[in-house]
C-alpha cells in the first residue's frame, strides 16, 4: 500500500521561502513521475511541478523560476522548494504520481501567504 504523507507547510509572508516535503513508502520515488499539486479555496487541484524518474523537471506557468522540485533518494522523499511566495500561492500542497495517481489523496500539508 503506497503512502504519502505531506509536511513543511505553514504561514509565511509574501516573499517568503516554505520547503516542503513528501515521505513515501510503499513506492520507490526514483523509479517514479511524481507531482506537487496544490488545491485553493473555491478552486480545482492543479499541477504545479513534476519530476521524472531520470530527474527531469517541469512547472506550471505561475510558479516557473520560484518554486524546485526534487527528491532524496536514499530519504524516499519528494520535496519542493518555493520561493517568492505570494498569496496566489496560497493552497493545500499534496504530492501523488503523475500522470497515474499512486495513492489517494492524503490531508495534504497547508500554505499560507500573508500580504
Known amino acids: 500500500q503506497v503512502q504519502l504523507v505531506e509536511s513543511g507547510g505553514g504561514l509565511v509572508q509574501a516573499g517568503g521561502s516554505l520547503r516542503l516535503s513528501c515521505a513515501a513508502s510503499g513506492i520507490i520515488l526514483s523509479i517514479s513521475v511524481m507531482g506537487w499539486y496544490r488545491q485553493a479555496p473555491g478552486k480545482q487541484r492543479e499541477l504545479v511541478a513534476v519530476i521524472t524518474s531520470g530527474g527531469s523537471t517541469n512547472y506550471a506557468d505561475a510558479v516557473k523560476g520560484r518554486f524546485t522540485i526534487s527528491r532524496d533518494n536514499a530519504k524516499n522523499t519528494l520535496y519542493l522548494q518555493m520561493n517568492s511566495l505570494k498569496p496566489d500561492d496560497t493552497a493545500v500542497y499534496y504530492c501523488?504520481?503523475?500522470?497515474?495517481?499512486?495513492?489517494?489523496w492524503g490531508q495534504g500539508t497547508q500554505v499560507t501567504v500573508s500580504s
Open positions: 501523488n504520481g503523475h500522470p497515474r495517481l499512486f495513492a489517494s
